[in-house]
């Protein structure tokens, strides 16, 4: 092996697919072959990324071998005789060789170090870490900017006579780094003033500011301790304001050590007040979080549903309106901001248009309510898992003094969501005591020394006050069911078992309201908000009926008959009288007047009320006029003509063209969530399925077969079949491809492109989502994406015949 992309193209499929699953960025878009994997891995902006996932003990294993391979080691050749060997870690770490062994080996899987036997920084590690384990670069290095005769001179004084014979630059620099391989004379020399300079940079950054660091400085003539550093060559000046402290005289100073205390185990945790509960305790704890945050979304997005607040010009929810929403639930804001923000996550909430729009529940809130109450929290969580949104910023003021608002642009911090995952897993660690913030946020400094910082503490905060409000854990503890969503399995049935048994039945007393027990069964539960309004939570649900509620149910299609079985049944009493009575007042007169569009109209079989309606002063702005005893016009829309009728104490319902009734719920309102883009990219920080890493590796090796033996003949090793394109009905061509993701097996596809072309495709699909098809095209080469509607048919590989079911 010559280069780390030879390397890398000796690599069994199964690093490969170790590689990319550590490193998912890298396949974003999928590269043409593993020389150009090579070079994506080798990039700044990539390699950052592998070392911000690094702990602190991998991090000081990936710097030690920077500082023993030196500076004299290409990055793109294997060195191997310049490499340190890996029996030379343990005594600089401390470490055993089993713990340094097991770190080059996770080091070896990020692609940060390559090499069998003995292991080379990869390609772009020594520029992203100038000052490995805070030491600066050898004399030899550090000092090769100076001019010769400033080196003669710097020799001179060092070794008290001028150098004899010839003597170049690269001479003078190897005598240079022999005189500071024992540099304790000179710094005895120097003076105590000038080791205590020398300390503060020993153990990093090696780097410090003077002014007029290039001035010419000797022995006998230097006055401050900077000057006589500089003199000795015990600093180098690298510019007119910056000095450098060597490597060699940095070592001496810390006694040989290359980390003052790297310790191969984190931190234990520790540090909590109480001893952990049981878990059959936090889990009924959690169940009920869990619960409640459910039962608040639904109240807060129902009521969002027929009185929407506005978006601001800036975007994000008003300050009035969060309050408002607090207020509602009975909740503190910062609860409210973050169900709010979980919704708007798991795709429940949107705004409505870009101008003077509204926050209003999708379409998908109501499939979401058709789910059982664990589906419902799955969704509400796992949103919360991926949202790159920090919900506890609310109300905080930026960096330019500007209000942070609610569902904001304000409010996304990219590292959300990796710190909230990680958080929860040291959590999922912890045993005996219940760890305190402190005792996390100091495993996670170890894990992940590059990312600390006073924002992701406040994000740790963050994430276990949220946790425990959304019933992921209970008394500070992740509880199993929370586990299974870590793992990417479903939490329902284990949540299932510990939330309140769904009840069937109400208790409705005289005063028209009617009392929930317990959680309803879905069934109940929407049919009791159509014809009643929510009056009270808590431990029961409290509904009140009203004329207002009963004629919603009947706007929605339901007759008086209906609501009067449909609550008998589910009655655990016997239906009140003034119940009975108010359903049946209000059916009596409801639908008496229809409302069509001529663009509207209004028909009666009773030619009086209409002349009741003209007589009415306040019908006068609704430019009516007759065209039948039984029939007005009205130049107003059907539904301003309604809400007027309604106004005047009557009660309309629409009507369709062939005279039957419009089943609508007025009131309630939904907005469509704005359109993905066609392009989807990973985030940095987003896992990649197990599908999609193997069909990138099969990518990858075929580019590189490609690049070997020609695209061409690569291209015939996966030739589609001769013959028409396949043509199959749309939703049998997307069953089959749905069949194919599980199958794992290779289809024919029909495909038309940006011009109408029909092209035949040999792909082997990896999922659906969106509106596309994503998978392996064997014909290209080359992971892609196709679009759902572009597919003409499908067909199995070894089918001559394409699908054709109806």
């Not at 038309?752 to 014909?779: C, H, K, N, W």
Request: charged share 25%; net charge negative.
């Amino acid at each position: 092996m010559d280069t780390y992309a030879d390397w890398l193209r000796a690599r069994s499929d199964d690093e490969l697919r170790a590689l990319l699953s550590a490193r998912p960025e890298l396949v974003a878009p999928v590269p043409a072959d593993l020389t150009a994997l090579a070079a994506r891995a080798a990039t700044p902006a990539a390699i950052s990324r592998a070392l911000d996932r690094l702990d602190r003990f991998s991090l000081a294993v990936l710097e030690a071998l920077l500082v023993q391979s030196g500076a004299s080691t290409p990055t793109g050749a294997s060195g191997q005789s310049a490499t340190p060997q890996q029996s030379a870690l343990p005594a600089a770490l401390n470490a055993t060789p089993q713990e340094t062994d097991a770190a080059l080996e996770r080091l070896r899987r990020y692609g940060l170090a390559w090499g069998n036997g003995t292991a080379n920084p990869a390609p772009g590690v020594r520029q992203a870490l100038p000052h490995p384990a805070g030491l600066g670069p050898p004399a030899q290095e550090v000092f090769t900017a100076y001019p010769l005769e400033r080196l003669t001179t710097l020799i001179t004084d060092l070794e008290g006579e001028e150098p004899r014979g010839f003597a170049d630059a690269a001479r003078l620099l190897q005598r240079l780094a022999a005189i500071l391989a024992d540099p304790e004379p000179l710094i005895a020399d120097a003076g105590p003033e000038a080791r205590a300079a020398l300390e503060q940079l020993a153990w990093g950054p090696p780097v410090g500011r003077v002014n007029d660091a290039r001035r010419p400085v000797r022995v006998k003539t230097a006055e401050t301790p900077i000057e006589r550093l500089l003199a000795r060559g015990l600093l180098a000046a690298e510019d007119d304001r910056t000095v450098t402290l060597p490597r060699e005289v940095a070592l001496h100073l810390r006694g040989g050590r290359l980390f003052r205390d790297v310790s191969p185990q984190p931190p234990p945790l520790t540090g909590g007040s109480a001893a952990k509960r049981p878990e059959d305790l936090a889990v009924r704890a959690a169940a009920g979080e869990a619960f409640t945050a459910v039962r608040q979304t639904e109240e807060l997005l129902e009521r969002w549903g027929v009185e929407p607040p506005a978006v601001l010009r800036s975007g994000g929810l008003a300050v009035r309106d969060l309050r408002a929403a607090a207020t509602l639930l009975d909740v503190e804001e910062w609860r409210a901001a973050l169900l709010v923000e979980v919704a708007y996550a798991a795709g429940l909430l949107t705004r409505s248009g870009d101008l003077d729009g509204e926050w209003l529940p999708t379409p998908a809130y109501d499939l979401w309510l058709l789910r059982d109450i664990a589906g419902r929290w799955t969704e509400l969580a796992r949103g919360w898992l991926r949202t790159d949104r920090a919900a506890g910023l609310a109300g905080e003021r930026d960096d330019r003094d500007r209000l942070i608002n609610a569902l904001s642009e304000g409010m996304v911090r990219g590292g959300a969501p990796a710190i909230r995952r990680t958080t929860l897993e040291v959590l999922a660690e912890a045993t005996g005591e219940a760890p305190t913030a402190e005792a996390i946020s100091t495993r996670l400094t170890w894990l992940q020394p590059r990312r600390s910082g006073p924002l992701r503490d406040r994000l740790v905060g963050w994430t276990l006050r949220e946790a425990a409000a959304l019933g992921l854990t209970g008394f500070g503890q992740v509880v199993p069911y929370t586990r299974d969503l870590l793992d990417g399995g479903d939490p329902g049935p284990r949540l299932e078992k510990h939330l309140p048994a769904p009840v069937d039945q109400v208790l409705i007393q005289a005063d028209l309201t009617a009392v929930a027990p317990g959680p309803l069964v879905t069934d109940l539960a929407r049919e009791l908000a159509l014809c009643a309004d929510v009056e009270s939570t808590g431990g029961a649900t409290v509904y009140r009926f009203t004329p207002d509620s009963v004629r919603r149910a009947l706007d929605a299609g339901r007759t008086g008959a209906d609501l009067i079985d449909f609550l008998t049944r589910h009655s655990a009493t016997p239906l009140p009288q003034p119940l009975s009575y108010l359903i049946e007042d209000v059916a009596r007169r409801h639908g008496h007047v229809r409302v069509g569009s001529l663009t509207s109209y209004v028909r009666t079989d009773s030619p009086a009320t209409l002349d009741e309606i003209l007589a009415d002063r306040r019908s006068g702005t609704l430019r009516l006029f007759r065209l039948a005893p039984t029939v007005l016009a009205s130049a107003l829309p059907r539904q301003e003509l309604i809400d007027a009728l309604r106004t005047m104490g009557l009660a309309p319902v629409a009507e369709a063209p062939g005279g039957g009734v419009i089943v609508t719920r007025p009131d309630a309102h939904r907005a469509e969530p704005l359109p993905s883009t066609e392009i989807v990219r990973l985030r940095p920080e987003a896992n990649a399925d197990t599908a999609m890493i193997s069909a990138a590796v099969r990518a990858l090796r075929a580019g590189d077969e490609a690049t070997r033996h020609g695209a061409e003949q690569a291209r015939l090793r996966a030739e589609a079949p001769s013959g028409e394109p396949p043509r199959s009905p749309a939703m049998a061509t997307i069953e089959h491809l749905r069949d194919a993701v599980e199958r794992g097996a290779r289809m024919w596809i029909g495909y038309l492109d940006q011009q109408g072309q029909a092209s035949s495709r040999i792909v082997e699909p990896v999922r659906i989502e969106g509106g596309f098809l994503t998978g392996y095209d064997a014909t290209r080469a080359a992971v892609q994406r196709f679009a759902l509607h572009r597919i003409t048919g499908v067909a199995e590989v070894d089918s001559a015949d394409p699908a054709t079911d109806e």
